[in-house]
C-alpha cells in the first residue's frame, strides 16, 4: 500500500485546525503549513502527530508549491482547514492507495459547500471541483495568485465521494476575502485586459450575478443563495476597481 502525505496550510484557524487534523488522522504524514499564526493554532495542532512548518504567505499557489516537496511520501492530499476528510471519503481514498492505477497522477474531488452553517445546493457552488490527491513528482499548482488549479502531467480521473467545505460562517469572513482577492486579482488581469470601460463596471458584474442566481439557480438556495449571488457580482466589480487604481498608480 502506497503511503500518503496530508498537507494543511494554515492561517489563524483555531477554529478549524482540530477538526480538519481529525478527519486525516489515517494519512501516514501529516504537514501543518503555518503562516505565523498568531492564534491558537500552533498550539491545538501540537496535540496530534503532525509536522509544523511555518513560511510567511505570499498567496496560495506560492504556499502549496513550497510545501509539496517537504512531504516525505509520494501521494499527496491538500486538505484546506476548512475542509473535512468524512468516513467515505477516506475509504475510497485509502482503497486507491492499495492498488494504484499508475497511469493516473491525480484525482478531482467535488466538494460539498456550506455558507453559514447551509449546505448550497446551486448558486454555481453545485459543480465545484478541485485535484487534492496527487503524485507529487507529477503535479504542481500554476503561478496564479488567486485561483491556481494543479497542473497534472498526466491523467487525471475523479473521486466519487465528496469533501465537505465549511467555506464562510459570516458575510464579513467572505467580503475580507472577496477584498483581498479583488487586489490579487487585479495584477494577474493586468496584462491579460485592454482599456477598462464602463463595460467593466456595469455589464461584467450583472452578468455574473445572473449567472450565478439565475442559470445556477442561487435562488433554490433562499437568502444565501442571493447573498453569494450579490457578493460574487461584487467581486467582479472590485477586481476591475483595483485594476482601474493599479494603472494609475503606475502613470503616476
Not at 501540537?46 to 509520494?74: D, G, M
Not at 492498488?99 to 466538494?111: C, L, T
Not at 445572473?210 to 461584487?234: E, M, N, W
Request: charge should be positive.
Amino acid at each position: 500500500m502506497e503511503k500518503l502525505t496530508v498537507i494543511i496550510p494554515t492561517f489563524n484557524e483555531a477554529a478549524h485546525i482540530e477538526a480538519a487534523i481529525q478527519s486525516v488522522l489515517f494519512a501516514d504524514e501529516i504537514i501543518i503549513v503555518d503562516s505565523f499564526s498568531t492564534d491558537e493554532t500552533l498550539g491545538i495542532a501540537q496535540k496530534f502527530p503532525v509536522k509544523i512548518l511555518q513560511r510567511e504567505y505570499e498567496y496560495s499557489a506560492s504556499q502549496k508549491n513550497w510545501a509539496i516537496p517537504q512531504a516525505t511520501h509520494k501521494w499527496i492530499f491538500i486538505l484546506d482547514a476548512d475542509e473535512r476528510v468524512f468516513p467515505s471519503l477516506k475509504d475510497e481514498i485509502l482503497n486507491i492507495l492499495k492498488n494504484p492505477d499508475p497511469e493516473i497522477v491525480a484525482y478531482w474531488v467535488y466538494r460539498n459547500n456550506h455558507f453559514i452553517n447551509k449546505k448550497i445546493k446551486y448558486s454555481g457552488w453545485q459543480n465545484d471541483k478541485v485535484i487534492r490527491l496527487f503524485k507529487k513528482e507529477f503535479c504542481s499548482y500554476e503561478d496564479k495568485r488567486v485561483h491556481a488549479e494543479i497542473l497534472p502531467q498526466g491523467r487525471v480521473s475523479f473521486l466519487k465521494n465528496l469533501l465537505d467545505h465549511y467555506s464562510f460562517t459570516s458575510i464579513h469572513q467572505f467580503t475580507t476575502k472577496l477584498n483581498r482577492y479583488a487586489v490579487w486579482q487585479a495584477q494577474d488581469y493586468d496584462s491579460q485586459t485592454g482599456s477598462i470601460t464602463a463595460y467593466h463596471f456595469l455589464f461584467k458584474p450583472s452578468w455574473r450575478f445572473f449567472k450565478h442566481y439565475v442559470l445556477q439557480q442561487g435562488f433554490r438556495d433562499g437568502i444565501p443563495g442571493l447573498t453569494i449571488s450579490y457578493l460574487q457580482a461584487y467581486a467582479v466589480f472590485m477586481r476591475y476597481v483595483n485594476l482601474w487604481i493599479l494603472r494609475n498608480s503606475k502613470k503616476n
